[in-house]
């Protein structure tokens, strides 16, 4: 594994892991006739609505590793794609993605037939990440703090011209620090994209503890939230249990 791909312990980061998945699905939707610039020439761009990251173990600076994706079965307006990272028969994390066809005129989404999706695609049976997405609820936020103020970096822009979504990643991940982060043992991490960001918007991200969990959201300046994450984690260091439930940097 590359040192690019490594955080500050010399693990393969939470958000390379994103990186790695929205790489092969771009690499493979090239495959299947959707890549960039097939969608390009539709007016259509590839968007992700959500996604779930479950971690086993992470390998170190140095280790080798494989990673696979393929699509599920593709519904009317949104496709499921899977994706696995594995050493030898160990499997190491494997993830979900829920995309959808955005219309680049409109902004709507659009219809998976309307752009060439290969509706009849044989696939495969094995669906990872089964269960349902999390059905995320706005917070009162009357009554907390934003923990960081965040603005649109222009390195957090992607070829749609918005906040991509692996950025979201990094920036919450971001509200913890280096020893937090290495006291936490990431399980998993799921994120809810509700609404594009652009480069400059101000953002505000609200974070607050569960039992074994941290909740996110994230508002635009109007109040209306862009993104919903859960970020799981496993036994409590005590270096963990000492970071603050919320607050303002």
Known sequence: ??????????????????????DLASEHAGELGVGYYDMLERHAFWVAVRTRIRVYERPR??????????PGKPGLAKCDRFYRLFRGDRILAEGRTEWAGQDTDTGAVRRSNSF????????????VCAEPFTRFRDADISVMEPVRRYVVDPMDVDVGKHMNNVAYVRMLLGTFSTKEQ???????????????????EELFIYRWREEDAWR?????????????????????????????????F
């Open 61 to 70: 600076l140095g280790d080798g590793f494989s990673a696979v994706t393929w």
């Open 182 to 200: 290495a006291a936490m043992d990431v399980r998993e991490m799921e994120v809810s994209y509700r609404r594009a960001c652009f480069e400059g």
């Open 216 to 248: 996110f959201e994230v508002r635009r300046p109007d109040g209306e939230p862009a993104v919903h994450a859960l970020l799981r984690v496993g036994l409590e260091s005590d270096d963990y249990a000492n970071v603050p439930k919320n607050g303002v």
């Open 1 to 22: 594994m590359q040192t690019s791909r490594c955080d500050a312990e010399g693990l393969l980061g939470i958000r390379n892991i994103f990186d790695i998945c929205m």
């Open 116 to 127: 060439g999706y290969p509706m009849d695609l044989e696939v495969l049976p094995e669906i």
